[in-house]
């Protein structure tokens, strides 16, 4: 039939490698970048669908984030900027692995089972990072959303706008969507929008700092080689100095995140190569889509702190609960985390900070939707990744009292303090550029150094490990992915071997993005929780079907 030789002709320029299957994982489809053209291709289909079904704008990023410059991956984002929903991850995965010849009944099933009107306009906006592999699999999502599903599938009239942004970080491109589909009530849909919205209430923010000097607004930031680089680079101009940016990493020669960048910092427990730094100064490391930052520096003895996920959720808390509290607003603030989160974090959060704290699964979606159910909800994941979120409610509380004329002055500053915090904050998922500007913004103005923010609470010392397993999903957890249910006698395992470390806890999980299970251990010394993780580790292997060489000992 002519509209089956249609399917063909057009969705043959982007071949599904027969027998290939993939998931829509924790952050989308990630692998390496040949076997993504027609993952690409299809979720530019997909988005079209979802903007027709939402009657809004829906996001495509194509990008592998922290994964190695040869891998790629796409991730579709939803009308407020957020990540989509979980029954159209489902979607994405049935599409993606949906052999040629079957594409078409696919995507009708999608379109039946959700009642899409496909007369309804579709935007779709797409960006990409800078890998060499993103500038044809952004065009095969764009052939996806060009592709006139008029004559592909003979249903209605089919309209269809793209913008193609080109070269954006991640949550660049969340916000835009949701500045988009806001009608400019978040702020502008451009880059440029973006730069100044924030650079703005950072400016803002800093006027509150008294005498700062040169030292404390000097930072230098290790852009892992990827897409953060060039946007820092972009909106320098608009920091008008108030933050003074040393830029390692800028991709000029070093590869994209290979031995630098956040995750590296993070798992490595080490600064970057290819970045400078004096004892005691503050740095920072982006990831390779600009969604996750660190902190670190080094002491005059040569000895490395990292200032995590966590310490940076504890210091944006307890500014904003200090605000509150100066404002006279009763608003409930929490900060939500994961197991992965430091146990002194959640204990000095807890016991001294006096704020609720939330443990949810990895991934940002789910600790994005718990943060949703406070007035004020702090999220972040130890490696990084993290933004704050306020409700409505007070939002509008908090501009009441900025604006009311008969407000005292105190009341009135921490009022305008939180607007300007609000604006400088991307809410629509952890952004690296924002993040970095609220932390160097709330050090600032308490005249506060890296070290006496790291000295707030000390970490445990604490191990990751990866263990190759047959097939990782015979690992079922849960508690937030605190326990392990199957399989049989690993969780009991665990506890015995736990019981023999001091101010230890462990769990194991199966990775959503590489096909590992991950280990983590924490204990009161670093050769404790090494030897946990490894004792662990061996307990995952003999388990769970462990393949390759046994976990070796670190030491
Ligand atoms: C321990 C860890 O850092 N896990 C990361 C990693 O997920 P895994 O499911 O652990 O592979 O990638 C996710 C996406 O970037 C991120 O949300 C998450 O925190
Ligand atoms: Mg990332």
Redesign the pocket.
């Known amino acids: 039939m002519a509209q089956f030789e249609e399917v063909s002709k057009q969705s043959s320029q982007h071949p599904k490698p027969a027998g290939l299957v993939l998931q829509y994982?924790?952050?989308g489809f990630r692998t390496n970048a040949k076997h993504l053209d027609h993952i690409m291709f299809r979720m530019g289909l997909l988005a079209t669908l979802r903007s027709k079904k939402t009657k809004a704008t829906i996001g495509v990023m194509v990008t592998a984030?922290?994964n190695p410059e040869e891998d790629n991956g796409v991730k579709l984002i939803d009308p407020m900027g957020e990540m989509v929903t979980p029954a159209w991850e489902g979607y994405a995965t049935q599409l993606a692995n949906a052999e040629q010849g079957d594409l078409l009944t696919a995507l009708k099933d999608i379109i039946e089972k959700e009642s899409i009107n496909m007369s309804q306009e579709a935007n779709v906006f797409v960006g990409k990072d800078t890998r060499s592999s993103s500038a044809s699999l952004s065009q095969a999502v764009l052939d996806g959303v060009l592709l006139n599903f008029d004559s592909f599938l003979n249903f209605f009239l089919h309209f269809s706008h793209h913008f193609y942004y080109g070269l954006v970080t991640t949550p660049q491109l969340h916000y835009m969507v949701c500045c988009q589909n806001t009608q400019g009530k978040y702020g502008e849909a451009t880059i440029e929008g973006y730069y100044r919205k924030l650079c703005q209430a950072f400016i803002q923010l800093t006027k509150n700092a008294s005498n700062c000097t040169d030292d404390q607004k000097h930072l230098s930031v290790d852009g892992a080689n990827g897409i953060g680089a060039l946007k820092v680079r972009e909106m320098e101009s608009h920091l008008r100095r108030e933050l003074q940016i040393s830029l390692f990493n800028d991709g000029s020669k070093g590869k994209l995140n290979h031995q630098c960048g956040a995750?590296f910092v993070?798992?490595q427990q080490k600064p970057p190569t290819g970045i400078n730094i004096n004892p005691g100064e503050r740095c920072c490391s982006f990831d390779g889509d600009a969604?996750?930052i660190v902190y670190y520096y080094t002491d005059s003895d040569g000895q490395f702190h990292l200032l995590d996920g966590d310490k940076i959720a504890t210091l944006i808390s307890t500014f904003l609960k200090e605000l509150l509290t100066q404002a006279g607003l009763d608003l409930k603030i929490a900060v939500v985390q994961?197991a992965?989160a430091n146990g002194s974090s959640t204990h000095y959060l807890e016991d001294t900070m006096k704020v609720i704290v939330r443990c949810t699964k990895?991934?940002?979606k789910h600790l994005h939707h718990a943060a949703q159910e406070f007035d004020i909800g702090v999220y972040f994941?130890?490696?990084g990744?993290g933004t704050v979120l306020f409700s409505k409610v007070a939002e509008e509380k908090i501009q009441q009292l900025a604006e009311d004329p008969n407000m005292n002055d105190e009341r009135k500053r921490a009022a305008r303090l939180l607007q300007n915090t609000i604006n400088v904050i991307n809410q629509t998922v952890g952004d690296a550029i924002s993040d970095m500007l609220l932390i160097e913004a709330i050090l600032a103005i308490r005249g506060m150094t890296v070290q006496q923010w790291d000295a707030i609470y000390s970490d445990l010392p604490n191990r990751?490990l990866k263990v190759k397993v047959s097939d990782r999903r015979v690992i079922d957890t849960t508690d937030a992915e605190r326990r392990a249910v199957s399989p049989a006698g690993l969780q009991e395992a665990i506890d015995t071997l736990v019981k023999k470390h001091r101010l230890a806890r462990s769990f194991v999980?199966?990775?959503?993005?590489?096909d590992?299970v991950?280990v983590?251990a924490e204990a009161e010394t670093q050769e404790s929780a090494d030897s946990l993780a490894h004792e662990v580790s061996l307990a995952v292997y003999r388990l769970a079907g462990g393949v390759g060489d046994e976990p070796k000992p670190l030491h």
């Open positions: 994982g924790t952050a984030s922290h995750d993070k798992v969604d996750r994961t992965y990895t991934g940002v994941e130890a490696n990744h990751q999980r199966p990775s959503g993005t590489e590992v991950r983590y």
